[in-house]
């Protein structure tokens, strides 16, 4: 079949119903990434982890466990609850047993927790976690730095920790660090990124992968061409991309993994978040910037936005700065402004100018 012939045989996209986003006169005619055509984005919240790791501030328990009730309530498909790591190497996250054993599970919402070793895994089991998001990075130098191993010996103790969760039938996630550049050792090779991955899927028999882009190197064709390249070899495994916003292509860069049929994202409320081991590192992508492209776009998130803003506005009072979100500064697209008070007087001038 010929190019144009093609085009004529596939489907029509669905057009988006319309809800809170206009439809054009055009929608009918936008292929792929720029018609969401109301298909489903999984948006997977790491705010209570990866953004409250770097705070200075201890955010006390029971306002990590309202924020994650709220996230769950706003809709968000998974929630990296907490981290059980060293309590020296993150004291931010020292009362992951208590968060994770207190907060209100909605069906359906997956709570999972970040995982670095055997000792992790037991608590994060017992504290009840549905999904052990274990780590380790595509780069020797990053893994040295924030894992104190080699990655063969991460890779070790990963396949340890897989072999509990099975026993303990719970979920197991690869996260792999700095898989678009590392910060001290520049370009990671597709080829190294993609072996790791093999052998998650093929040796650990992970459920999901994540290739997470720690420091903000990732640019759309590089992630367009690795997120093909993993869903060919690995059409049944769940893969998620994580983005930090570090050099301002999050949002490109989301897009582009779309593009090349990714679904699954994690990013973080208010911006906020960065690896205290990695060089440079700022915070994820921001949950409600994203969700607000998207469904503008014709997504679905499956997110209340407005919900997921007023959680967001929380955050300042709790870490004691600004967040990053450009949604709550700004407001959504159509959060209109006065006129200005002398608008009447400015009209009858300009009007007046005519006559
Ligand atoms: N939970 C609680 N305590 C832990 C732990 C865990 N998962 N893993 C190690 N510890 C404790 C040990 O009991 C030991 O305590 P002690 O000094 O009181 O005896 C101490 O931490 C050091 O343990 P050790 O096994 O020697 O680990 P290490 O010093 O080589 O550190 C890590 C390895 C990975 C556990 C640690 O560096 C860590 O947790 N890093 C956090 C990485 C991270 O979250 N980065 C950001 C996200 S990507
Ligand atoms: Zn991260």
Redesign the pocket.
């Known amino acids: 079949m010929n190019a144009r012939a093609e085009r004529r045989a596939a489907p029509k996209p669905a057009r988006v119903p319309a809800g809170d986003r206009p439809t054009y006169p055009s929608d009918e005619g936008l292929s792929s990434v720029w018609n969401g055509a109301n298909k489903r984005i999984h948006m997977q919240e790491v705010g209570t982890?990866?953004g409250l790791?770097v705070e200075e501030a201890f955010v006390p328990t029971e306002d990590k466990i309202a924020l994650v009730n709220a996230l769950s309530q706003a809709g968000m498909a998974k929630i990296e609850v907490t981290?059980?790591?060293?309590?020296?190497?993150?004291p931010a996250?020292r009362d992951a047993e208590i968060v994770l054993r207190e907060i209100e599970r909605q069906p359906g919402v997956v709570y999972t927790a970040?995982?670095?070793?055997v000792?992790?895994?037991e608590?994060a089991i017992e504290a009840h976690a549905d999904e052990l998001n274990l780590?380790m990075s595509a780069s020797e130098s990053h893994n040295l730095a924030?894992?104190?191993?080699t990655r063969e010996q991460s890779f070790g103790v990963l396949s340890q920790v897989a072999a509990l969760a099975r026993r303990a039938n719970v979920a197991v996630n690869i996260?792999l660090?700095c898989s678009f550049g590392c910060p001290m050792e520049g370009d990671v090779p597709d080829s190294t990124v993609l072996d790791w991955a093999r052998r998650f899927v093929e040796e650990i028999g992970a459920r999901g992968v994540t290739l997470c882009d720690?420091t903000g190197m990732a640019y759309p064709g590089q992630v367009a061409a690795l997120t093909q390249a993993f869903r060919k070899r690995w059409p049944d495994t769940e893969l998620t991309l994580h983005f930090h916003n570090t050099r301002g292509m999050g949002l490109a860069n989301v897009l582009a993994a779309i593009d090349a049929g990714a679904d699954r994202f994690d990013a973080s409320l208010g911006g906020i978040g960065g690896?205290?081991?990695a060089p440079g590192a700022t915070g994820n992508v921001c949950s409600e910037e994203i969700v607000h492209a998207l469904e503008l776009m014709g997504y679905d998130t499956g997110v209340d936005l407005a919900r997921l803003i007023d959680t967001s506005k929380r955050l300042p009072a709790l870490i004691g700065h600004d967040i990053p979100s450009q949604i709550v500064k700004a407001g959504r697209r159509l959060d209109l402004h006065r006129v200005p008070a002398d608008f009447e007087a400015i009209r009858e001038r300009a009007h007046a100018r005519n006559t």
């Open positions: 982890r990866d790791q981290a059980f790591v060293s309590p020296q190497a993150i996250l970040l995982v670095p070793n000792r992790g895994a608590r780590v924030n894992l104190r191993m996260s660090s720690t690896c205290p081991y």
